[in-house]
């Protein structure tokens, strides 16, 4: 059974940056692992994922530019480095292992917890 832990969320103020990290244990590494958060009332949506073979991000558009997702495999820990938040990136950040399906999608088989990100205007 994997286990994913989230952490690095927090309040900060529009245009400011954060760094989540997810550390992976518990089960075999090689799954993708990637981000998808959840806005109050709202579904949970695919943020950015990085493959398992390769390293190759993958993002949604509303991030690509600003987010940057990376894969230490040594350490199975995966990273979301978020740059110019915006206020409507508030949410519950869920970290994932899975499968990347398509290039704005993927198939979570693994959740953590969450961690709150809140950007304030």
């Known amino acids: 059974q994997v286990q994913l832990v989230e952490s690095g969320g927090g309040l900060v103020q529009a245009g400011d940056s954060l760094k989540l990290s997810c550390a992976a244990s518990g089960g075999p590494s090689h799954y993708d692992m990637g981000w998808f958060r959840q806005a109050p009332g709202k579904e949970r949506e695919f943020v950015a994922a990085?493959?398992?073979?390769?390293?190759?991000?993958y993002y949604a558009d509303f991030v690509k530019g600003r987010f940057t997702v990376s894969r230490d495999t040594a350490k199975d820990t995966v990273y979301l480095q978020m740059n110019s938040l915006k206020p409507e990136g508030t949410a519950v950040y869920y970290c994932?292992?899975?499968?990347?399906?398509?290039?704005?999608?993927?198939?979570?088989?693994?959740w953590g917890q969450g961690t709150q990100v809140a950007v304030s205007s």
């Open positions: 990085s493959t398992w073979i390769g390293g190759y991000p």
């Open positions: 994932t292992a899975g499968r990347v399906v398509t290039t704005t999608s993927m198939r979570g088989d693994y």
